[in-house]
């Protein structure tokens, strides 16, 4: 019998990361696409760091800054009694983490590739920066917004490292199915595996092939 | 009145410039700005509307305009490669500016865009999208109307198409224009008065006829 629960878990882990990165890296994304400041290659290499770094390294960081003696830990616990790690609050939190350069670099490259002068024209006509980036800059960036929300999504269905050392295994809690099919092969529960498995490669190919289709057809409709 | 009074160094290829301009310009003139790439004229009209700083001070109706964002100025743009609204129809590019239906319906008629009103941007041709430009920069019925090469793009066709079309709005609306122009012919139809700059100075200023020396029955040479 497959047990649900892993993919519910994974579901709700990755669509909150995703709402949550994309009402964050718009306005960051944007500036980065917008700013000249010489510090524009520091955040880049920053944000981008999760992409190069081993899970091991970044879930240990994560952990220090997560725990109940660190400063954010901390204040969590005694202000909100929130605890962070191993939860799904924590969880959430280091999703953020690791899929931050998922959502933030094709924002800031479909910021970076709109016409200049089209977002000048919006200036002129009296808007501000928010209804420039609300109705002319996002709905101009489709292919982009798709890329970053999607991906993001699929890479935090994906997450396995980061997520096992922030949330272990707690059952309906932290148990993602990155996380079940784990415990499964070193149970030697092959054949559970295998369902598990399956599953996720059917999904992560439906979102991916979805992703591509999209994007082909925005640029045929371009084309023309 | 328009007083402009602007200073501002400019890095070109042919090493750096003094942008250094002094002008009058009075209410409901249409003036066209000539001279050779890299002399200034594009700045000129970007730094009237807001996009580009400098030092120095733009005094319409006795009101300083220095330092004043794009969106405080009552300014219309026409931009060399149209910079339309691409996620919108044509007339959501002019309602867009304001929601004044009326006033759109008035520019479409006037450039014969009624019946493509409903149709997306990236389905017209390039005289279409320029008449669309066109409209959308007199939709906040501004105090003075800039255009950078409006008929560059274009080719001999649609040239006098819009032409007439600029004419018809100069008429209709008496703005204060300021237009950037390569081509001798459509500037002196459309000039009362013509502006040549050389390395950032005016070199020349004056009623069309003073500036422009008639040749043949229909073309027209600078006299420098």
């Known amino acids: 019998m497959i047990e649900l629960s892993p993919f519910i878990l994974s579901f709700k882990l990755a669509g909150l990361t995703t709402v949550l990165l994309f009402s964050l890296c718009v306005p960051f994304a944007w500036w980065m696409s917008q700013t000249e400041s010489k510090s524009k290659p520091i955040f880049e290499a920053i944000t981008a760091l ?5 899970p091991s390294v970044l879930g240990f960081y994560i952990l220090v800054l997560l725990s109940p003696q660190s400063a954010i830990g901390g204040f969590f616990e005694e202000i909100f009694g929130i605890k962070l ?42 808007k501000s920066t928010i209804q420039t980036i609300w109705y002319v800059a996002l709905p101009n960036m489709k292919p982009a917004l798709m890329t970053a929300v999607i991906i993001t999504f699929a890479h935090t269905v994906g997450e396995f490292g980061v997520v096992l050392m922030i949330g272990g295994s707690i059952p309906y809690e932290t148990r ?22 399956a599953i996720m490669v059917a999904m992560s190919f439906v979102v991916l092939l979805s992703v591509y289709i999209f994007n082909h057809k925005q640029k045929k409709i371009g084309i023309i | 009145m328009i007083k402009i ?5 400019l890095h070109g290829s ?37 996009l580009e700083k400098s030092e120095g001070n733009i005094w319409i109706e006795g009101k300083s305009w220095q330092g004043l964002s794009p969106q405080k100025r009552s300014i219309g743009f026409v931009f060399q490669d149209y910079a339309l609204f691409e996620n919108m129809s044509v007339k959501e590019n002019l ?20 019946s493509l009103s409903s149709r997306n941007v990236k389905m017209l041709s390039g005289g279409q999208k320029q008449r669309v430009s066109l409209c959308r920069a007199m939709m906040n019925k501004p105090q003075l109307l800039l255009m950078d090469e409006p008929l560059s793009a274009l080719d001999t066709k649609m040239k006098i198409k819009l032409q007439e ?31 040549i700059l050389d390395q950032g100075k005016v070199i020349k200023d004056g009623v069309k006829d003073d500036v ?5 029955a229909v073309r027209y040479t600078l006299v420098l």
Do not use: W
């Not at chain 1, 999760?50 to 081993?54: A, D, E, G, W, Y």
């Not at chain 1, 924002?107 to 970076?112: C, I, P, T």
């Not at chain 2, 422009?212 to 043949?216: M, Q």
């Open chain 1, 50 to 54: 999760p992409i190069v770094l081993p």
């Open chain 1, 85 to 126: 790690l191993f939860s799904f609050t924590g969880l959430v939190v280091a999703s953020c983490f690791y899929s931050l350069p998922f959502m933030i670099q094709p924002l800031q490259n479909g910021f970076e590739s709109l016409n200049k002068y089209m977002l000048e024209a919006s200036y002129l006509a009296g």
């Open chain 1, 176 to 197: 993602v199915a990155s996380v079940a099919i784990y415990e499964m092969v070193e149970m030697m529960e092959y054949d559970k595996a295998h369902i598990y498995s």
């Open chain 2, 5 to 9: 009074e602007i200073q501002k160094s």
């Open chain 2, 14 to 50: 042919k090493g750096t410039m003094l942008l250094d301009i002094e002008l009058e310009i009075f209410k409901g003139e249409f003036v066209v700005i000539m001279g050779e790439s890299g002399s200034g004229k594009t700045t000129l009209l970007r730094i009237l509307a807001g």
């Open chain 2, 95 to 114: 309602l867009y500016v304001q929601k004044n239906h009326t006033l759109a319906d008035e520019l479409l008629a006037l450039t014969e865009l009624t």
């Open chain 2, 165 to 195: 079309e600029i004419i018809k709005l100069h008429k209709a609306f008496g703005t204060t224009t300021l237009m950037v122009s390569h081509d001798n012919e459509s500037s002196y139809l459309l000039a009362d008065r013509i502006i």
């Open chain 2, 212 to 216: 422009f020396e008639k040749v043949r």
